[in-house]
């Protein structure tokens, strides 16, 4: 299957600092990628849905300013946490799917995020 | 909108045993069906993708199905292996638009040896 490369896979970073977290489709044009996040012993949450080269689609309840999405390529999307906090700590993971719709979603390892 | 569910949350086996996974979901009108592996800490492995159109994927000892009619889909695992040990997550395509995958709960899976 296609390759979705997330990275980094850990990172612990300080109350009010921002963290970019990086997802590649290393051998297929994503024009889509979606943003999970998952709460331990929880299922996935759907955060976003980015297009190739325009804004990101945010979920109710996700805050579009605190978790800024970028897919300014076909082959990387990356989400930045600004001004994290505590709460923020998650363990998040990206997917991407190539230009047709009914092939399957490849996922990124994710990224657990712990803010001190 | 589309929900998913899974049932057991989590099983407990002896290795060697055939053993199923259930998900149900609510919309009927389900596009595609996709089981996942998730170890402890790391990200999703696809296992198997059942379009609307078809009731059933192989892959090795793997065997997923799918009934749009009852809302049902199962993942079959022939003679389990400690190596099986994981969570299995089952996500649902609503619409053939660019729509994302809708998770259950995942099952966590222990096979013991």
């Known amino acids: 299957g296609a390759v979705v490369s997330q990275h980094p896979s850990r990172v612990i970073c300080k109350s009010g600092t921002s963290v970019k977290i990086e997802c590649r489709s290393l051998?297929?044009?994503?024009?889509?990628m979606f943003w999970y996040r998952q709460f331990p012993k929880k299922s996935l949450m759907l955060m976003a849905t980015?297009?190739?080269?325009?804004?990101?689609?945010?979920e109710q309840g996700v805050e579009k300013d605190k978790f800024l999405i970028n897919h300014a390529s076909l082959t990387l999307s990356t989400l930045t946490v600004t001004s994290a906090h505590p709460e923020d700590s998650s363990f998040y993971i990206c997917?991407?799917?190539?230009?047709?719709?009914?092939?399957?979603?490849?996922f990124g390892q994710g990224t657990r995020l712990t803010v001190v | 909108k589309q929900e998913v569910t899974q049932i057991p949350a989590a099983l407990s086996v002896p290795e060697g045993e055939n053993l199923v996974l259930n998900c149900s979901f609510t919309d009927s009108a389900i596009y595609n069906l996709q089981w996942f592996r998730q170890d402890p800490g790391k990200g999703l492995t696809s296992l198997l993708l059942i379009q609307s159109s078809q009731r059933e994927q192989t892959s090795g000892r793997l065997n997923a199905s799918l009934d749009k009619s009852s809302g049902r889909s199962t993942l079959y695992i022939a003679a389990s292996q400690p190596g099986d040990s994981a969570t299995y997550l089952c996500a649902g395509k609503a619409s053939s638009g660019n729509t994302p995958l809708v998770f259950g709960k995942g099952t966590r899976l222990s096979v013991i040896a």
């Open positions: 997917s991407a799917r190539g230009g047709r719709t009914d092939t399957e979603a490849f």
């Open positions: 980015s297009n190739e080269g325009s804004k990101a689609t945010y």
């Open positions: 051998d297929f044009q994503a024009t889509t």
